[in-house]
């Protein structure tokens, strides 16, 4: 951790003053070296915070205005993805925290195009987690449900529990399991009303969903399924991943895939949470000052709490 200069806002972009950023995994995963293709910069792409400066050009936002923002920093604009709406699946697409500064300091540029404003009743803090919301509005996009469907949820790290909590919100009966190095987590997830169970049930699930990009998570999400189910993907596998494969041909099994987010799940996340119909409150376990960055991934790695933010400029 160290200083900086101040980034200077050139025309059509907008300097954010950043009030919290999430830890996600991904920085995890960077910190622990797994991803060392990755640039090596400031991190952070989960944030919230208010509008610092407009750069030449730029209109329909306000000094002091409360948003939060993509992580997408850029795109061709020209390729089948960019024309249809999947912008975050192209090829020349620039991600905030990776290619670019990330949050994980006192201000951080966007295009104005990747910009959401804060509904009123969203705070700075909950807003910070708009951006992995909006990655599990879009991959519950990816598949059929429909209410009352039983869902099983492996893994019930942060993205397990916005999972869950977003199956609910649908009208799904979401159940989350993990291992017995999660109890803290699990009994989390228990007390926000997710339910808990040990062991799959026998009569398996229409569909499972896997947050734990580990192999054994997997698999137990694969073999959970009942035939003609469908696996979603959402945790990122840091290593390789050995898979019942045959179990695809002889029970007619799908695995869908998912990455990022687009405009339309933004607005879906954000209008999830100003209609109260989701709370991210039971996936907030801590605030931590930017200097305390070494602690809070320590924590998080022996898997204390949840998703820990970090107060940067923040209020309530």
């Keep these: 951790m160290g200083e900086v200069p101040e980034l200077m806002t050139p025309p059509g972009m907008v300097k954010i003053r950043v009030a919290y950023a999430g830890i996600c995994g991904s920085d995890l995963h960077i ?19 208010t509008i610092a400066e407009l750069g030449e050009g730029v209109t329909g936002f306000t000094l002091g205005q409360r948003v939060t923002a993509e992580h997408t920093a ?5 390729c089948v993805y960019c024309k249809t ?6 090829a020349e697409r620039h991600s905030i925290g ?47 449900t429909e209410p009352g469907m039983p869902v099983l949820v492996v893994g019930p790290g942060p993205m397990g529990l916005l999972t869950a909590l977003t199956l609910r919100a649908y009208g799904c009966h979401p159940e989350l399991i993990g291992t017995a190095a999660d109890k803290e987590r699990l009994d989390r997830a228990a007390a926000a009303g997710i339910a808990v169970v040990t062991e799959p049930r026998p009569d398996g699930y229409p569909l499972t969903v896997d947050c734990s990009g580990a192999g054994g998570g997997i698999r137990t999400a694969l073999t959970a399924l009942v035939k003609g189910g469908t696996l979603l993907q959402v945790g990122i596998a840091a290593k390789e991943v050995t898979l019942p494969y045959d179990q695809m041909v002889y029970r007619e099994l799908k695995i869908q895939g998912t990455f990022c987010h687009t405009w339309k799940d933004w607005r879906q996340a954000l209008r999830l949470q100003e209609s109260g119909v ?22 998080l790695l022996d898997k204390k709490g949840m998703k820990v933010l970090f107060r940067i400029g923040g209020e309530a």
């Design 31 to 49: 910190y622990l070296g797994e991803e060392p293709g990755l640039p090596q910069g400031i991190h952070g792409h989960e944030f919230s915070g």
């Design 74 to 78: 850029s795109t061709c604009g020209r």
């Design 85 to 90: 709406g999947r912008y975050q699946l192209c």
């Design 98 to 144: 990776f290619d670019t500064p990330g949050a994980f300091t006192e201000y951080v540029l966007v295009d104005p195009q990747y910009i959401h404003p804060l509904p009123e009743h969203v705070s700075l803090r909950a807003g910070a987690l708009t951006e992995p919301l909006a990655c599990i509005v879009h991959a519950v996009s990816l598949v059929e």
């Design 278 to 299: 989701l709370d991210l409150s039971p996936v907030i376990t801590g605030e931590v000052a930017l200097e305390d960055w070494k602690g809070a991934f320590e924590d």
